[in-house]
C-alpha cells in the first residue's frame, strides 16, 4: 500500500453556509495502481485531489503516503514533502514560459539542489516523443507536446504518486487519447502510481480502477476489469 486516506473530510464556511466538500473520504491506493476519479462538478474531486497532493489541508482526517502522516509535518517539511513525494500534473500545464522543455522538465530536480539523472532524462525524453522539441520554448509547442512535457516534469522526481487533475481538459479529444496513453504507458513502464480526475468516461475507461463521487462521497470503488489497453 502506498496512499491511505482514512476518515477526510473538507467543509467550507460555517453553520448556514458550510459546504461539505469532502464528506468521511477513506480509501487504499497500492503501488502500481492507474485510478481514475469521476463525478459531477462540484462532488468533490478535485477538493481530495488538492489534499493529496498537499496543496490544501483537511478539516479533519488523515491522509498517509508510504506510511507517513502527510499532516502531521511542519510547513517547511510538507514543501519538501510535495517536491519529492508527489508529482503534480495540471489541465493548463503550468510550464515556466522562459524556460525550454529540457529546463521545465529538470526544474524540480534543480530546485532540490539535486543532480539530474541524465539517463533517465534522455528515458523520458525518448518515451514520451519530445526528443525534436528538447530546446523550444512552451510558446513554440502544441497543447499536446505542452503537456507531455509536464508528465515528464511530474515523472523526474520519481514520485511515489502522480496527481492528475483533468491532465486533458484542454486538448482535443485526439490529444487526449494520446496523453492518456502515455500516462498508463508511464504506469506500466515504471510502476508509476497515477491517481486522475476526468470528466471524461472514455477516457476513464483506460484505468485499471474508478472510484465515482458525488456530494463529497465516494459511492462506488471498483476495479475496472475491462480496462482498455
Known amino acids: ?13 460555517k453553520k448556514q453556509t458550510l459546504v461539505k466538500a469532502i464528506n468521511d473520504v477513506s480509501f487504499k491506493v497500492d503501488e502500481g495502481e492507474f485510478i481514475a476519479i469521476v463525478g459531477p462538478s462540484g462532488s468533490g474531486k478535485s477538493s481530495l485531489l488538492h489534499i493529496l497532493g498537499a496543496v490544501d489541508k483537511p478539516t479533519s482526517g488523515k491522509v498517509y503516503i508510504k506510511n507517513i502522516d502527510v499532516f502531521s509535518q511542519k510547513e517547511d517539511e510538507l514543501a519538501i514533502f510535495r517536491r519529492r513525494r508527489v508529482g503534480l500534473i495540471y489541465q493548463f500545464y503550468n510550464l515556466i ?38 530546446n523550444h520554448l512552451p510558446n513554440e509547442l502544441s ?60 477516457l476513464a475507461k483506460m484505468a485499471s480502477r474508478i472510484i465515482t463521487m458525488k456530494d463529497g462521497q465516494i459511492i462506488s470503488d471498483e476495479v475496472n476489469h475491462e480496462s482498455v489497453k
Open 1 to 13: 500500500m502506498i496512499l491511505e486516506v482514512k476518515n477526510l473530510c473538507k467543509n467550507y464556511g
Open 97 to 134: 514560459p522562459i524556460l525550454n522543455v529540457e529546463e521545465n522538465i529538470t526544474l524540480p530536480i534543480l530546485l532540490d539542489r539535486k543532480k539530474v539523472d541524465k539517463k533517465y532524462l534522455d528515458e523520458l525524453i525518448e518515451v514520451l516523443g519530445l526528443k525534436n522539441r528538447i
Open 143 to 202: 497543447g499536446g507536446e505542452q503537456q507531455r512535457v509536464s508528465i515528464a516534469r511530474a515523472l523526474m522526481a520519481k514520485p511515489d504518486v502522480i496527481l492528475a487533475d483533468e491532465p486533458t481538459g484542454n486538448l482535443d479529444s485526439k490529444n487526449s487519447l494520446e496523453i492518456i496513453k502515455l500516462l498508463k504507458l508511464c504506469n506500466k513502464k515504471y510502476n508509476q502510481t497515477i491517481i486522475m480526475i476526468t470528466h471524461d468516461d472514455k
